[in-house]
């Protein structure tokens, strides 16, 4: 088995498991991972510079930045081309839309970074990385995954969404419902016993049922 099969069919990470460490070229110079220790990192991946939707994301992705920032999450871009090639577009994205990308990008030549994470679908591609959305906790721990195909731009809302649900169920022990806003009501989590049954039901919680309680934080 030659290197390019051996990247291909790496096993995709697993939510909650150590997020797979790594040390690569960026055009900030050399990153590892733990780099971004004691913070959130959003790193992801995509097929190609100077191509078009990848250029909106990258654009979509500065706009978010800010207030990804102030939730203490960092973000660090990826795809196989060089240095090189990522400095030039990046130049290119800044004379053409006046818009500075504010965030790193692991010139990933060699599918290292790639093959550790399952970002190479060769059912779609067998060179380019799939637009993937990883979400890593302070603690090195993979919480979140997201996959796109090649033709289809991300959301940058709902990767904003994700990170605050993330951060307000590891904050306060609760879950999220479907399309939950900051600010909306949360989950309770279920009772575990009878005895803890009768104790919810006598909390003030706004339940449905005593398996299905909300309330507000």
Same mark, same amino acid.
């Given at each position: 088995m030659?290197?390019?099969?051996? *990247? %291909?069919?790496?096993?995709?990470?697993?939510?909650?498991?150590?997020?797979?460490?790594?040390?690569?070229?960026?055009?900030?110079?050399?990153?590892?991972?733990?780099? *971004?220790?004691?913070?959130?990192?959003?790193? +992801?991946?995509?097929?190609? %510079?100077?191509?078009? /939707?990848?250029?909106?994301?990258?654009?979509? +992705?500065?706009?978010?930045?800010?207030? !990804?920032?102030? $939730?203490?999450?960092?973000?660090?871009? $990826?795809?196989?081309?060089? /240095?090189?090639?990522?400095?030039?577009?990046?130049? @290119?994205?800044?004379?053409?839309?006046g818009?500075?990308?504010? *965030?790193?990008?692991?010139? %990933?030549s %060699?599918?290292?970074?790639?093959?550790?994470? #399952?970002?190479?679908?060769?059912?779609?591609?067998?060179?380019? &990385?799939?637009?993937?959305?990883?979400?890593?906790?302070?603690?090195?721990?993979?919480?979140?995954?997201?996959?796109?195909?090649? &033709?289809?731009?991300? @959301?940058? =809302?709902?990767? !904003?969404?994700l990170?605050?649900?993330?951060?307000?169920?590891?904050?306060? #022990?609760?879950?999220?419902?479907?399309?939950?806003?900051?600010?909306? =009501?949360?989950?309770?989590?279920?009772?575990?016993?009878?005895?803890?049954? =009768?104790?919810?039901?006598? =909390?003030? !919680?706004?339940?449905?049922?005593?398996?299905?309680?909300?309330?507000?934080?």
């Amino acid at each position: 088995m030659d290197e390019k099969e051996r *990247f %291909d069919i790496h096993p995709l990470p697993r939510i909650n498991d150590p997020a797979p460490a790594f040390e690569a070229d960026t055009t900030w110079g050399r990153l590892a991972l733990e780099d *971004f220790r004691d913070r959130w990192l959003i790193l +992801f991946s995509h097929p190609a %510079d100077f191509t078009p /939707v990848c250029t909106t994301e990258f654009l979509a +992705f500065q706009e978010i930045h800010q207030s !990804l920032k102030d $939730l203490g999450v960092d973000l660090l871009g $990826l795809s196989v081309d060089s /240095v090189t090639a990522h400095i030039a577009w990046l130049r @290119n994205i800044e004379e053409k839309f006046g818009v500075k990308i504010p *965030f790193p990008v692991i010139a %990933d030549s %060699d599918r290292k970074v790639a093959g550790l994470y #399952g970002m190479i679908m060769p059912g779609e591609s067998k060179t380019e &990385t799939s637009r993937c959305v990883f979400v890593i906790d302070p603690k090195g721990v993979l919480r979140a995954m997201i996959y796109y195909p090649l &033709t289809t731009g991300r @959301n940058m =809302q709902e990767i !904003l969404r994700l990170v605050k649900a993330l951060q307000t169920t590891d904050k306060n #022990g609760v879950a999220t419902p479907a399309n939950w806003q900051p600010g909306e =009501q949360v989950i309770m989590p279920p009772p575990k016993t009878m005895e803890a049954v =009768q104790q919810r039901l006598g =909390q003030g !919680l706004e339940c449905k049922d005593w398996y299905f309680c909300k309330k507000k934080l």
